[in-house]
């Protein structure tokens, strides 16, 4: 089992950063991948980015793509999603997944924990 707990969501101003972090609990974190997703109201949850289990590979969604970095702490079971230039449309709820599996994803189906997700508000 593996539990998620996102922090270091908030309001921010557009054009301003924040950090996310998820600490997961859980012998097994350090050898699946993790992903972050997020839910806008009255919208489908999308996909942000994903590591692998090592950190060599991440990917990307195009909307984030060159404001978002995605990177992990395995020896504190921690994963992070530092975010820039943040517009008013990555107002959300962001939420941490993991899997069991080594290699990245940015399929949500494939993921087999959620944490309860945090808030992030960008004002214009």
């Known amino acids: 089992q593996v539990q998620l707990v996102e922090s270091g969501g908030g309001l921010v101003q557009a054009g301003g950063s924040l950090r996310l972090s998820c600490a997961a609990s859980?012998?097994?974190?350090?050898?699946?991948?993790m992903g972050w997703f997020r839910q806008a109201p009255g919208k489908e949850r999308e996909f942000v980015a994903t590591?692998?289990?090592?950190?060599?590979?991440?990917y990307y969604a195009d909307s984030v793509k060159g404001r978002a970095t995605i990177s992990r702490d395995n020896a504190k079971n921690t994963v992070y999603l530092q975010m820039s230039s943040l517009k008013p449309e990555d107002t959300a709820v962001y939420y941490c997944?993991?899997?069991?599996?080594?290699?990245?994803?940015?399929?949500?189906?494939?993921?087999?924990?959620w944490g309860q997700g945090t808030q992030v508000t960008v004002s214009s």
């Open positions: 590591i692998s289990s090592s950190g060599r590979t991440t």
């Open positions: 859980g012998r097994t974190f350090s050898s699946g991948s």
């Open positions: 997944a993991a899997r069991h599996t080594a290699f990245a994803s940015d399929n949500a189906r494939l993921y087999d924990y």
